[in-house]
């Protein structure tokens, strides 16, 4: 082959078939070492949330109990802290499991569902925030409102009013603040550290309709991160393009909602590596 030919076929092989390859790497290492996720979610979410991960070959438990805390968070390979339905009793026990995952060195991930609902939520979501998150995902207007601290009560509820590009800014300035990596969703997912920003662009707008695929993607993320904890912010934005293609795919067999919620699972179950290779849309933004 001539030196000219070789840097084409460089040229080529760019960085969109880097990220499909690395996004079935850690597909399939997910699926070879089947990481335990603890899991403190909302009632809403707990079963979507146990069968994506079931699904992509991880290992869910929904332990949520103060007293199991010290004895089960240090042996898990990560957490998902996930507010939804955020109570009185709960809270300590989120608050220590995120403490015992840091100290063990285990990544530990936050969904600060709705967080400018209430007072309570933020205040929570502040304190979780100072107990050093790996990833922080949210939709665009939670991100937004964590990162201004914002108390007023100006959302809907758990559903975003903002695009994710107007999370940008908003995201790079709360990963810098926190340390942590933060991932806005939407019709484009942004992921960033507080200096990169890479875009995962697959999903389908129906999965909007469908109630907790973001509480889903947030514990995928944490299964993604169990087994490449040196690089949250590609193992982050793999997890995203994976599910968002799961939704790609599985809306090809749907007839609504409903219908989708279960082609995805069955679609993370089946991927294959051509598919993910050639599938995943993942880009360096800046
Ligand atoms: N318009 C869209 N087009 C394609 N994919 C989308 C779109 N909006 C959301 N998604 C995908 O849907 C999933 C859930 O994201 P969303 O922003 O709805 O989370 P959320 O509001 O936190 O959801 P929930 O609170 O119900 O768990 C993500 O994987 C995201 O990429
Ligand atoms: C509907 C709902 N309410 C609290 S948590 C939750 C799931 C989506 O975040
Ligand atoms: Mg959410």
């Known amino acids: ?19 499909g390859r690395r996004a079935w ?41 103060l007293r199991e805390i010290d004895d089960f968070t240090p042996r898990a390979d990560s ?4 507010i939804g339905t955020l109570s009185d009793g709960w809270l300590p026990s989120m608050r220590a499991a995120a403490a015992a995952a840091a ?34 995902r949210g ?27 107007d999370a940008v800014e908003s995201a ?8 942590a990596i933060v991932a806005v969703s939407g019709a484009t997912d942004f992921i960033t550290d507080g200096q990169q920003v890479v875009a ?14 973001g509480c889903a993607v947030t514990a995928l993320i944490a299964a993604f991160v169990a087994v490449e904890p040196s690089n949250p912010l590609e193992a982050t934005s793999c997890a995203l393009s994976i599910f968002g293609l799961a939704g790609e795919l599985g ?14 699972i069955d679609t993370l179950h089946g991927l294959s590596e051509y598919t993910v290779a050639s599938r995943v849309k993942i880009s360096l933004v800046s």
Request: aromatic fraction near 4%; charged fraction near 15%.
């Open 79 to 82: 957490l998902c802290v996930n």
């Open 103 to 136: 100290r063990s060195s285990r990544p530990w991930i936050l969904d600060p569902v709705a967080v400018s609902a209430s007072e309570f939520r933020m205040e929570a979501c502040l304190g979780l925030v100072a107990l050093w998150p790996t990833v922080i």
């Open 172 to 179: 790079k300035s709360l990963a810098q603040r926190s340390g």
């Open 25 to 65: 790497e850690l597909l399939e290492r997910v699926r070879a070492r089947a990481p335990l996720v603890q899991c403190i979610t909302n009632f809403v979410s707990m079963d979507l949330m146990a069968n994506v991960l079931l699904a992509a070959g991880a290992s869910p438990a929904m332990v949520h109990s």
């Open 1 to 19: 082959m001539s030196d000219m030919a070789g840097a084409e076929e460089a040229a080529a092989d760019g960085s969109a078939a880097r990220w």
């Open 200 to 213: 995962a662009q697959n999903g389908v707008a129906m999965m909007q309709k469908i109630t907790a695929t």
């Open 251 to 264: 809306m090809e067999m749907a007839n609504g909602p409903a219908s989708l919620r279960v082609h995805i």
């Open 139 to 165: 939709n665009p207007s939670e991100i937004i409102a964590l990162t201004s601290a914002c108390r007023v009560h100006d959302s809907k509820g758990v559903d975003s009013f903002h695009e994710s590009l």
